[in-house]
């Protein structure tokens, strides 16, 4: 009994120091998400004063655009548990290449992405929207696709950085973009600092300056701070090697997949009801934005599962990998329950600070519901999902996404 007792209280302190861990690692990557994801709600809040139809092109252009992004870089967070497996296991010289192998990568799969968002045409004939708003959506989406290589480049880094449980960079990076981004959207869509206001393009030119500053604060800190001098990504510069390239692939491909379906799940409905108004589709966008804000919680909880579980795997220890695990869906469970509670408590002022239009705010405020109410599951498969990849198992995980969010969630 007294064994029993003993193991009970190793394994309690197993887990308490698995879920401090978590948090420790969370906190940064969850405001580096948030600023992220602030820059669509930037996007979001100031076209809501322009007008309907400013904030109806945003709503499709962002959607289809962050579709893209995530469907790329999905494939390239396949970098992030090949490396924290390498770093559990004390293989620390093997690191640096695996950098340079996803930047190759990076740089192949920009070609497609810009060119699918300089030629929308495809998707735009799905939806039956107004002129106005469709040449205000080609316009988003072809400055956006000059952002399009600097964002797979710093994402890219992004994996590196959390896999090695350094995610602080991140949120200094990703708050300073926000700040800068919220008042260069201001400037540009609303006050007009290049002459005329530029609405929705000038939310865009925005997004693209911002990415590319991102971009050369990733290479500086690469370069000179603790990591290069540590892992030295810039030295010893590999050429595209296909066997590092077949197993982040493997990885990748079908890590992209799930989140294109994930993502897609809320970005065709926009596409689907763009027919029923430019007031339909913005209270829509604005929902879809909170059910994002809301999603990072559970996110950064789980790229942190993935990193101290990758670590933990590459190292063989699997206790505290089956601590890790608990610890990330018991803390992603509470914690979202909480935030689906207090977003349905505060839905009015909050949709409020989006818009000044009664029928938007009318639309959104009878789908905030909806996302309150899912919370609790959404978290549980997010870190089920980003636990499993440490395991390096991607390609079952796809296929029950495509079944939930295709099969089921779009009928």
């Given at each position: 009994m007294s064994s029993f007792r003993g193991g009970m209280r190793k394994w309690r302190a197993m887990l308490i120091a698995a879920a401090r861990g978590l948090i420790a690692h969370a906190l940064p990557i969850l405001i580096a998400q948030l600023s992220s994801i602030g820059m669509m709600v930037v996007d979001t809040a100031v076209l809501g004063h322009v007008s309907a139809t400013d904030l109806a092109a945003v709503a499709i252009g962002g959607g289809i655009h962050i579709s893209v992004v995530f469907a790329l870089v999905g494939v390239l967070q396949a970098v992030a548990p090949v490396v924290a497996n390498l770093h559990g296991a004390g293989r620390d010289g093997e690191v640096a290449p695996v950098l340079q192998q996803g930047f190759w990568l990076a740089a192949l799969l920009t070609v497609p992405g810009v060119l699918f968002l300089l030629h929308p045409g495809a998707v735009l004939g799905l939806a039956g929207m107004?002129?106005?708003?469709?040449?205000?959506?080609?316009?988003?989406?072809?400055?956006?696709?000059?952002?399009?290589?600097?964002?797979?480049?710093?994402?890219?880094?992004?994996?590196?950085?959390?896999?090695?449980?350094?995610?602080?960079?991140?949120?200094?990076?990703?708050?300073?973009?926000?700040?800068?981004?919220?008042?260069?959207?201001?400037?540009?869509?609303l006050e007009g600092w290049f002459g005329e206001p530029m609405g929705v393009a000038g939310c865009a030119l925005s997004n693209v300056i911002i990415a590319w500053s991102a971009c050369l604060g990733a290479a500086l800190y690469l370069h000179f701070g603790p990591l290069g001098a540590r892992y030295q990504p810039f030295r010893h510069w590999q050429r595209p090697v296909w066997s590092r390239w077949r197993t982040l692939l493997r990885l990748g491909l079908p890590m992209g997949f799930s989140n294109l379906v994930e993502i897609t799940a809320f970005t065709l409905v926009a596409l689907f009801i763009a027919a029923l108004g430019a007031e339909v589709v913005a209270g829509h966008r604005i929902v879809a934005n909170l059910a994002a804000l809301a999603y990072m919680l559970p996110l950064s909880l789980a790229i942190a599962t993935l990193s101290l579980l990758g670590q933990a795997v590459g190292a063989r220890d699997w206790l505290s990998a089956h601590a890790v695990v608990k610890a990330g869906m018991l803390l992603a469970g509470m914690s979202s329950s909480l935030l689906g509670l207090l977003l349905w408590w505060l839905a009015s002022p909050i949709v409020a600070a989006y818009t000044d239009d009664p029928a938007v705010r009318a639309v959104a405020l009878s789908l905030v519901g909806y996302v309150a109410a899912y919370q609790f599951f959404d978290a549980l498969q997010t870190v089920a999902g980003h636990a499993l990849r440490a395991y390096r198992v991607t390609f079952v995980p796809m296929l029950i996404q495509v079944f939930c969010f295709w099969g089921i969630g779009l009928l």
């Open positions: 107004a002129p106005a708003v469709e040449i205000k959506v080609r316009a988003y989406l072809g400055l956006l696709a000059w952002g399009l290589p600097a964002a797979l480049a710093y994402r890219t880094f992004y994996a590196f950085c959390n896999a090695l449980g350094k995610p602080r960079v991140l949120m200094i990076i990703g708050l300073l973009s926000l700040i800068v981004h919220a008042g260069l959207a201001w400037g540009l869509a």
